[in-house]
């Protein structure tokens, strides 16, 4: 059975703090993996990943794929309230090439 | 250009109803799904569509059933819906061969 396990499920750090979270996965036919932000409502885009040691960056936020060890990674630098959010992680695969959702990483950053 | 919209955003039913929620998109893309979420479950894929007139089951569609008449429209109706069915449902499309999943604000529904 195709699978995305998200560690840790919830984080508690204050404003300053670098955190990494963690997503691994068990998904027949591998296509691309993606991380997205949950704060209220929509999920939000944030990277999406298809080769493994290539990090995408995006301010803070930076991200990498081992397609060998089959996870990947979200780091968060010098963290701020307003990154407060759950973080999912999804990768593309399986028999119909559909998004597998892990449960997500509710990241607390108090001040 | 408002994306992808669903309506309506809250909705409490009492066991045994029935009702529809309407996910439109102005993006024109081909790919529309649907998904539930509930607390510690992630998101769980319930029905998609890879076109106008396709549907297909996902991981969780019993007790649904979905539509897709217009390329715009996808639409899920609960034919008599249970506790159990007490979640948010999320909408989202994509582009064919291409991601990201572009999502709605969500609908709460609530059955008693």
């Known amino acids: 059975e195709d699978k995305v396990v998200q560690s840790p499920l919830s984080l508690v750090v204050h404003e300053g703090d670098t955190v990494t979270l963690n997503c691994s996965y068990e998904?027949?036919?591998?296509?691309?993996l993606l991380w997205y932000k949950q704060e209220k409502k929509a999920p939000t885009f944030l990277f999406m990943l298809?080769?493994?040691?290539i990090e995408k960056k995006s301010g803070r936020l930076s991200s990498i794929l081992d397609k060998k060890e089959l996870f990947s990674i979200l780091n968060i630098t010098a963290t701020q309230t307003g990154d407060s959010a759950v973080y999912l992680c999804?990768?593309?695969?399986?028999?119909?090439?559909?998004?597998?959702f892990g449960k997500g990483t509710k990241l607390s950053v108090k001040p | 250009n408002a994306g992808v919209t669903q309506t309506p955003k809250f909705r409490v039913l009492k066991t045994g109803q029935s009702m529809t929620l309407l996910c439109a998109q102005d993006?024109?893309?081909?790919?529309m799904y649907w998904y539930r979420q509930d607390p510690g479950m992630g998101l769980r894929l319930i029905h998609y569509s890879v076109g106008e007139g396709t549907t297909a089951k996902g991981e969780v569609p019993d007790g649904y059933n979905v539509s897709r008449l217009k390329k715009q429209n996808f639409l899920l109706g609960l034919e008599s819906a249970a506790p159990s069915q007490t979640s948010v449902y999320f909408c989202a499309t994509r582009t064919g061969g291409l991601l990201p999943l572009h999502f709605g604000n969500g609908t709460r529904l609530t059955v008693t």
């Open positions: 999804a990768v593309q695969g399986g028999s119909q090439g559909n998004l597998i």
């Open positions: 993006m024109n893309h081909e790919y």
């Open positions: 998904v027949t036919n591998f296509r691309s």
């Open positions: 298809t080769s493994s040691g």
